[in-house]
């Protein structure tokens, strides 16, 4: 097939930023020292535990690359498994949210409580990005240096998917109205086994929204469809409403995933390695031949077709697939990846952790306050 090869190149051959350290000003526009834009590091992660019960002991500083001190936001998603196949589904049953046991029924499936295994979660994340682990005094050394020690901005649970945002101390008074919206699109397409909870903020003039999803499994012929389908109605149905007593937003902000400035979607997108021959895919994999199977991806299917995914970017795929799969695309003007990787070292779940870091401008809403007052006082 010639689609993906070209798709390759089109979609995934862009220029990769190596490195870059601090909040980096643009020298354009210059008003009194302050810039129209700010550039920021977020961190993109995306997890598919597999219902595990993370250990006390697990450290995250691998996966969340906390040794370089190198990013403003960390964005991470998990998610474990759940039964998808009505048949086998009783809702008076038990069922695994990350390492807990709930009882799945209408108020565990759809309702908001944060539950101990979130919670864990949290504390888990919150020790990795502050050095709490060590007890060495890096953590004194974030409150000195590039901007203080993360704090969780917010995190919201749905069945088996959470995502969890963090940011630096010094960028709080930067953030503002952050939102979340959860849809459920698994058991009678509504339930939240499957689907996808939305996190969106401003930060500066600049709008967010990061959506962390779980699509439809299945390997058999229209189960990419159905994936597609899950995705349609993600972008249809998420809005997003007042979270946590904020005061109102304002109207212009957006209501939907795609109308913010900036859009990073991630997590267990489901789609497959579409090859008859299992064995061969094997085969290619224990090779390291990447672009032989990314011609059978059926994620660079669609965004090469453009019918599902028009606009939307991922990084270059050098590594082993991670399981079914984990992966992370975005959409904005501006957002460059750093790295797109998956880390081994984690022997969590059949899944492996995944990381992919951007740097993104947004607008200096100080900066284009002080324009408008000029240009009325002119006036």
Not at 16 to 28: A, D, N, P, R
Request: aromatic share 8%; glycine share 10%; hydrophobic share 40%.
């Amino acid at each position: 097939m010639t689609c993906p090869r070209s798709a390759a190149s089109r979609v995934l051959g862009h220029q990769f930023v190596s490195e870059f350290s601090g909040v980096e000003l643009q020298k354009s526009s210059m008003l009194g020292g302050q810039s129209e834009t700010v550039k920021y590091r977020v961190f993109a992660g995306t997890w598919n535990v597999g219902g595990v019960a993370p250990p006390d002991d697990l450290d995250l500083e691998d996966w969340l690359d906390t040794k370089t001190d190198s990013y403003d936001i960390y964005v991470l998603g998990y998610s474990s498994t759940l039964p998808t196949d009505l048949s086998t589904l009783n809702l008076s049953a038990w069922s695994l949210r990350f390492q807990e046991v709930v009882p799945l029924n209408a108020r565990t499936v759809l309702g908001p409580k944060q539950r101990r295994a979130a919670m864990k979660w949290n504390l888990l994340i919150g020790d990795a990005l502050n050095n709490r682990r060590h007890g060495d005094g890096v953590a004194a050394m974030h409150d000195q240096g590039q901007g203080g020690v993360f704090r969780c901005l917010v995190s919201k649970q749905m069945v088996g998917i959470f995502v969890s945002v963090w940011t630096r101390s010094s960028l709080r008074r930067h953030v503002r109205h952050p939102a979340v919206s959860s849809v459920g699109t698994g058991v009678l397409g509504r339930l939240g086994n499957k689907g996808a909870v939305s996190v969106r903020f401003l930060l500066h003039g600049t709008s967010f929204c990061f959506v962390c999803c779980h699509l439809a499994s299945g390997g058999k012929d229209g189960d990419a469809l159905r994936r597609n389908a899950d995705a349609v109605d993600i972008l249809s149905r998420t809005s997003f409403l007042i979270y946590g007593g904020a005061p109102a937003a304002p109207d212009e902000l957006p209501k939907k995933i795609l109308g913010h400035d900036r859009v990073v979607l991630f997590r267990d997108l489901n789609y497959r390695i579409a090859m008859d021959d299992d064995e061969e895919a094997r085969q290619l994999v224990g090779a390291r031949k990447w672009s032989m199977l990314l011609e059978n991806d059926e994620l660079l299917l669609e965004l090469c077709s453009g019918r599902q995914f028009d606009r939307w970017h991922e990084g270059h795929v050098a590594f082993a697939p991670t399981y079914k799969c984990d992966r992370i695309l975005w959409r904005g003007k501006g957002m460059k990846q750093v790295r797109y990787e998956r880390c081994g070292g984690y022997r969590l779940s059949d899944h492996r952790p995944v990381r992919g870091p951007c740097s993104t401008p947004c607008a200096n809403w100080w900066k284009a306050w002080m324009l408008k007052l000029q240009a009325s006082s002119v006036l």
